[in-house]
């Protein structure tokens, strides 16, 4: 697990949400004519791999993803970046705990770039006291409170996913940044049916 805790640049929101979301429209994630409820179930669902991504100790090493997509590639290699950047990504990365709160703020992002939405960091806060459950269902009540317009639950959902991330030990963006260049390459629709 990534324990380092780095000063890390603020990200702009906004210009992250509009690269999310134009990745997911050329993947084909937005063709068809589908409700902001389906979109935030999506959230929801990436809530819910998180969860079993902690319940099965399946932490990321960030270290070990650097050293090997950092390493110069043998000569006998022929393999190119990309192709090698997934793989280091599937072997240390993909389905831990971060890679699925980064999905999770990846798929609020392209929300927001689909509808525009201006987002701005708020202040929310976490507890380690409390179990990793108990502050995701904190989440998923932003999420579902449709007292709330969603630009505002998206825009909360964001900073809470990133103080949990951070109250967990690890730069939230480091990953989200990791896994959306993953995802460049991925094919329609990532393979699903939605």
Same mark, same amino acid.
């Given at each position: 697990?990534?324990?380092?805790?780095?000063?890390?640049?603020?990200?702009?929101?906004?210009?992250?949400?509009?690269?999310?979301?134009? +990745?997911?429209?050329?993947?084909?994630?937005?063709? !068809?004519?589908? /409700?902001?409820?389906?979109?935030?179930?999506?959230?929801?669902?990436?809530? @819910?791999?998180?969860?079993? @991504?902690?319940? *099965?100790?399946?932490?990321?090493? %960030?270290?070990?993803?650097? &050293?090997?997509?950092?390493?110069?590639? $043998? $000569?006998?290699? @022929?393999?190119?970046?990309?192709?090698?950047?997934?793989?280091?990504?599937?072997?240390?990365?993909?389905?831990?705990? &971060?890679?699925?709160?980064? !999905?999770?703020?990846?798929?609020?992002?392209?929300?927001?770039?689909?509808?525009?939405? =201006?987002?701005?960091?708020?202040?929310?806060?976490? /507890?380690? &006291?409390?179990?990793?459950?108990?502050?995701?269902?904190?989440? #998923? &009540?932003?999420?579902? +409170?449709?007292?709330?317009? #969603?630009?505002?639950?998206?825009?909360? /959902?964001?900073?809470?996913?990133?103080?949990?991330?951070? =109250?967990?030990?690890? +730069?939230?963006?480091?990953?989200?940044? *990791? %896994?959306?260049?993953?995802?460049? $390459?991925?094919?329609? *629709?990532?393979? *699903?049916?939605?």
């Amino acid at each position: 697990m990534d324990t380092t805790k780095t000063k890390h640049e603020p990200v702009n929101l906004q210009e992250l949400a509009a690269k999310v979301h134009n +990745n997911a429209v050329k993947h084909g994630w937005w063709e !068809d004519n589908l /409700s902001d409820e389906h979109y935030l179930m999506l959230v929801i669902s990436e809530l @819910a791999e998180a969860i079993e @991504a902690d319940r *099965k100790g399946r932490m990321a090493s %960030k270290v070990w993803f650097e &050293q090997m997509i950092n390493e110069t590639p $043998s $000569s006998h290699e @022929a393999a190119t970046y990309e192709e090698r950047y997934a793989y280091w990504f599937e072997a240390y990365i993909k389905d831990t705990l &971060q890679d699925e709160l980064a !999905d999770t703020v990846i798929r609020l992002l392209d929300l927001a770039g689909a509808h525009g939405y =201006t987002l701005i960091y708020c202040c929310v806060g976490f /507890s380690r &006291q409390r179990a990793f459950t108990e502050n995701v269902w904190e989440i #998923v &009540q932003v999420v579902t +409170n449709s007292n709330l317009p #969603v630009s505002t639950r998206v825009m909360l /959902s964001i900073a809470m996913v990133d103080v949990l991330a951070n =109250t967990y030990g690890f +730069n939230l963006w480091w990953y989200v940044e *990791k %896994k959306m260049e993953y995802n460049i $390459s991925r094919p329609y *629709k990532h393979g *699903k049916k939605y």
